[in-house]
């Protein structure tokens, strides 16, 4: 339609609040009904009056499929129309493929997609769930291996900087029980000085 090649150009062109612009000269998209996250002509929203994407319920998990068609565009409350999608993925690729049956191959591909990675998603989500109920702790996400390395290194580091200060412990403690310092040493601490006592 030409008023979606409009709002597109003055989202391009001009101002969208959703739009964020990285470094790499890529353009996402924040908008929650985008299908695929990046801000195109194809994938926005709100320059296409057809539009279909995948979204979760944060509630139930549940996943519903939103269509935004032509004919609602005076309602905007009732702009998308949600129908829910079976549990079963195949039974919900089927769903999609009734219900976006005429729509643009594009579109159907990418709602596909997205409703993969949100079934693969929520798949994941209920396995650690179910894992640290066994366990009866949380589990920690595993440590990209960047990170883990330079963890690993702060730790030796500390561990070989701990090791240090006990040597300097342990000898400032056998000099004060040698008498190196006199009878009462003013800077000494009471805990160490109670040790040597003990000693």
């Known amino acids: 339609m030409a008023s979606d090649e409009i709002v597109w150009q003055v989202i391009n062109q001009q101002f969208c609040s959703y739009k964020l612009k990285t470094t790499k000269s890529r353009t996402f998209c924040r908008n929650p009904?985008?299908?695929t996250g990046l801000c195109n002509r194809q994938?926005?929203?709100?320059?296409?009056?057809q539009y279909a994407t995948i979204r979760s319920s944060?509630?139930?998990g549940a996943l519903y499929l939103y269509l935004k068609?032509?004919?609602r565009a005076h309602l905007p409350?009732?702009?998308?129309e949600r129908i829910k999608l079976s549990a079963n993925y195949s039974q919900a690729l089927e769903q999609i493929d009734k219900h976006l049956l005429y729509w643009p191959k594009f579109l159907v591909h990418k709602c596909k997609q997205r409703l993969t990675r949100l079934t693969q998603v929520a798949i994941r989500t209920r396995k650690i769930a179910k894992e640290e109920l066994r366990l009866g702790e949380k589990l920690v996400p595993k440590l990209a291996p960047k990170v883990r390395r330079r963890e690993e290194g702060r730790e030796r580091k500390a561990e070989a900087a701990a090791k240090v200060e006990r040597?300097?412990?342990?000898?400032l403690v056998e000099r004060l029980r040698s008498g190196a310092y006199g009878d009462r040493p003013l800077n000494v601490e009471e805990g160490i000085w109670k040790k040597v006592l003990r000693g």
Do not use: K
């Open 33 to 35: 009904h985008n299908v």
């Open 43 to 49: 994938s926005c929203p709100l320059a296409n009056s």
């Open 58 to 60: 944060p509630d139930t």
């Open 69 to 71: 068609i032509v004919e």
């Open 77 to 80: 409350s009732r702009q998308w």
């Open 167 to 171: 040597a300097i412990e342990r000898e």
